[in-house]
């Protein structure tokens, strides 16, 4: 059985979704449906006291056996993240955190160094956390030795929709980890989340590219497809296209 | 969790099925991949197998450029004592064998050591025999550290020590370990080695892994070719490498295929392998672990050393001895085994060059003061 | 007191409870820091606060 499990959860859907920069909360359901996404990442902000609005809860619209993941976004250390954590904590919603951690506001890459620090902090006090990097085969490996119960390796800086221009990077990741990697970041296209399965990846998030379709529901129902066909590719190892040998002479004439 | 749990798992693993199952489009695809898993490397040790070899030299040539282009490291062994409380039957220095006897003086060891540094060496390998009588750890503690004086690289290739030994040792200078398991098959494992200490299995298995935690940066492995079936022993030491690379990030892998040589003493239910297999082998070894080092001593003789060197081989020995003491003593003490290419240091880097490759002597900068 | 980085002005000594209430907002979805002190739901009706406190209303946001 082809299973995703992180944190001992049993994982449905190995597409992740973001909920933001959607026009409005009430899209959500109707992606969540056609993405057939159980896991779900949300934020945490202050609500705007005058607005009436900012009264309605995004929590409404998720259904209740989605797994709710609180993303740090707003960060810009560690201890900013580890206060985030707390609060979602304290919402009781549950204790899944992504780790993010952004102090550069030009292309938004993530801060390694200071989202292992949060980690470590937030794995001893119980959290099942996801860190959100920069595709870092030593960084990774520190993860995974701080107690991450996946990794979240970019594959293009956030919102760009540019695809797997880590690509390298991010084989040697999914080579060499044995938690689960999830290709987080620069997924613009169905065939993106594609190829990261087929290169073997055990998810993907996406959020800009649902957000700004112009049919984020069919893109949603999209993805959900690409990710299901990328990982059967994946597993059914397929063939290799074959280099063509260059003339050389003989190595190994003496034996005869 | 050692490499130990990892040979449970291949106890009684069914090899002959394996390999019958094994079909050349199959190898041809495992020959194209970039990376192996261990059944495709297991596949390369295949009969079917047998008939790619020149596509498999090809891939390894090629791999080994990338790696590590045209180098080749030298280096030679330095046996400064042979006493031995073991009774390994394959083995000269068996403690039942009447053999010539003899453990170095320090001043000894800094005789030979400034012989084989004049003679134009940086890297060495310090031998003994097993023995925590006549070569203790203290003993070989001092002899690392005359020989850090004359070598940047000081390779231990003796008896299996607890880990605050080793860092002991690496404190003084040491900065490799070569770890023969002559075999990974725990059964054959105890008839062979009939006494002494060497004769607890999973303790001389756990050896370099203890080794790298001391700090070791650099680990040579390898079973001993003729004890054993060689497919069963080239997969286990393959994996070992395997293992070592993926616990030690930081530390080289190197294999090496040694064959049994003549000795003194005797040993004679032998699965003697020839040349295409040794061939095979390290074939097998480079493409499953391209960034492994491939180390081949003088068991070979010189023809066959000088035509595996386009094949990847990453460290050569040369003007070797394995008397006790061989480059300078007059009586030294009795070899460990028959070399077959005796060629000196000079003749060896005229081999290197003529193949068009360059021969380091120096590979390597000690930390230690 | 200052509220989401806003001086507001309420009677001394009003509850968290009694501000969510002034401010209209439902005490189920949100999370409520005083002084970066997280406090719990069941002492809202307790916890009272002064001219001097920093709040943060905090709830949960697409995103991420």
């Given amino acids: ?256 | 969790m050692t490499f130990y749990d990892v040979v449970q798992i291949f106890k009684d693993f069914d090899y002959d099925s394996f390999f019958k199952g094994i079909t050349d489009m199959q190898i041809e695809k495992i020959i194209a991949k970039d990376k192996l898993d261990k059944f495709d490397f297991l596949a390369l040790l295949s009969p079917t197998a047998e008939k790619h070899i020149e596509e498999m030299a090809q891939k390894a040539h090629n791999i080994s450029l990338k790696y590590f282009g045209k180098n080749v490291l030298i280096y030679t062994p330095m046996y400064v004592a042979n006493y031995c409380e073991n009774k390994c039957v394959y083995c000269g220095y068996n403690c039942t064998n009447d053999i010539n006897r003899k453990v170095l003086s320090l001043d000894e060891v800094e005789k030979e050591a400034k012989a084989v540094h004049d003679m134009g060496f940086r890297h060495v390998i310090l031998l003994t025999g097993e023995s925590r009588k006549y070569s203790p750890v203290s003993y070989i503690k001092d002899c690392v550290k005359i020989l850090n004086k004359y070598f940047s690289s000081i390779c231990l290739e003796i008896y299996s020590l607890k880990k605050e030994e080793y860092e002991e040792l690496v404190k003084a200078g040491a900065d490799s370990l070569t770890m023969y398991q002559e075999t990974y098959n725990e059964e054959l494992y105890s008839k062979v080695h009939l006494g002494g200490p060497k004769k607890n299995y999973r303790y001389r298995l756990e050896t370099p892994e203890r080794a790298c935690e001391a700090g070791v940066y650099s680990v040579g492995l390898g079973p001993l070719y003729g004890l054993y079936d060689w497919r069963q022993e080239a997969f286990l030491g393959g994996l070992h490498g395997a293992y070592i690379q993926k616990k030690f990030s930081g530390v080289d892998v190197n294999f090496s295929v040694p064959r049994i040589r003549p000795h003194a003493g005797s040993f004679n239910d032998l699965h003697e392998i020839d040349e295409k297999t040794v061939v095979q082998i390290l074939l097998a070894l480079k493409l499953f672990i391209p960034r492994s080092g491939t180390n081949i001593t003088t068991r070979e003789c010189s023809e066959m050393r000088n035509n595996l060197i386009p094949l990847g081989v990453t460290k050569m020995s040369a003007g070797v001895s394995t008397e006790v003491g061989g480059h300078t003593q007059e009586n030294p003490g009795e070899k460990q085994f028959d070399t077959s290419d005796k060629r000196s240091l000079e003749e060896v880097r005229e081999a290197i060059t003529s193949k068009g490759y360059f021969p380091v002597m120096k590979d390597w900068e000690p930390m230690v003061s | 007191m200052i509220v989401n980085g806003e001086e507001l002005n309420f009677t001394n000594n009003i509850t968290v409870s009694e501000l969510l209430d002034k401010l209209n907002v439902n005490e189920e979805t949100v999370v409520v820091e005083v002084d970066l002190e997280i406090i719990n739901k069941d002492d809202y009706k307790i916890k009272k606060l002064s001219s001097t406190s920093k709040v943060e209303i905090i709830r949960y946001v697409g995103g991420g």
């Fill in chain 1, 1 to 256: 059985m082809d299973e995703l499990v992180i944190a001992n959860k049993k994982i449905k859907s190995r597409f992740f979704i973001g909920t933001g920069k959607f026009s409005s909360n009430k899209i959500v359901p109707d992606i969540i449906k056609s993405s057939e996404a159980q896991v779900i990442t949300v934020a945490l902000r202050r609500i705007d006291i005058h607005a009436t609005e900012s009264k309605d809860n995004i929590l409404n619209y998720i259904n209740k056996d989605c797994i709710l993941v609180a993303n740090t976004s707003g960060a810009r250390n560690a201890e900013e993240a580890i206060r985030l954590a707390h609060l979602a904590k304290a919402t009781g919603c549950g204790n899944w955190v992504k780790i993010e951690v952004i102090s550069d506001s030009k292309y938004l890459l993530p801060d390694n160094y200071e989202t292992l620090k949060a980690t470590e902090t937030l794995v001893k006090e119980g959290f099942v956390v996801l860190p959100y990097i920069s595709p870092d085969l030593m960084d990774a490996k520190r993860l995974v030795g701080a107690g991450a119960s996946a990794v979240m390796p970019l594959g293009a800086p956030i919102g760009t929709n540019r695809g797997l221009k880590t690509k390298e990077l991010l084989k040697i990741i999914i080579d060499e980890i044995d938690i689960p990697v999830v290709v987080d970041a620069g997924i613009g296209k169905p065939s993106h989340a594609a190829e990261a399965m087929e290169m073997g990846a055990d998810a993907v998030l996406a959020n800009t590219a649902l957000a700004t379709a112009e049919n984020p529901v069919l893109i949603a129902e999209a993805f959900k497809l690409a990710v299901q066909a990328g990982r059967k590719a994946f597993l059914s190892k397929p063939g290799i296209g074959k280099e063509l040998a260059s003339a050389s002479s003989p190595l190994t004439g003496f034996l005869r």
